[in-house]
């Protein structure tokens, strides 16, 4: 069965710094991809970033136009766990933070871009960004 535990979550001043971790289990010797998604109150879900265990190009990190340059997605593969790292936050990153990982076919632009289709997901974190 597969599980995701998300950690890391809290309040920072605008232009601070958060790690969110994501430890998943469950998959066994299989390749998955992994990601984090957001939303905000009001507002549809976000993908954020995505990387997959996949030893090729589509396993890559890809990263929304929103965040780009600011965050950065890892993964440490003998611990199963992934990590968001976001600098310079914005106040308009605010919201709730979920990790989210699936075995699907495709790269992770796909996983990122494809929600509805991914399986498994973390309880979420919240990121608080104040100004």
């Not at 265990?53 to 199963?80: F, L, M």
């Not at 990153?93 to 996983?111: I, S």
């Amino acid at each position: 069965q597969v599980h995701l535990a998300e950690s890391g979550g809290g309040s920072v001043q605008s232009g601070g710094s958060l790690t969110l971790s994501c430890a998943v289990s469950g998959f066994g010797y299989r390749n998955y991809f992994m990601g984090w998604f957001r939303q905000a109150p009001g507002k549809e879900r976000e993908g954020v970033a995505a990387i997959g265990t996949v030893g090729t190009s589509d396993g890559a990190p890809y990263y929304a136009d929103s965040v780009k340059g600011r965050v950065t997605i890892s993964q440490d593969k003998a611990k199963n766990t992934f990590y968001l790292q976001m600098n310079s936050l914005k106040p308009e990153d605010t919201a709730m933070y979920y990790c989210a990982a699936d075995d699907l076919y495709g790269n992770a632009w796909y996983f990122l871009t494809a929600p509805s289709k991914i399986n498994y997901w973390g309880q979420g974190t919240q990121v608080t960004v104040s100004s």
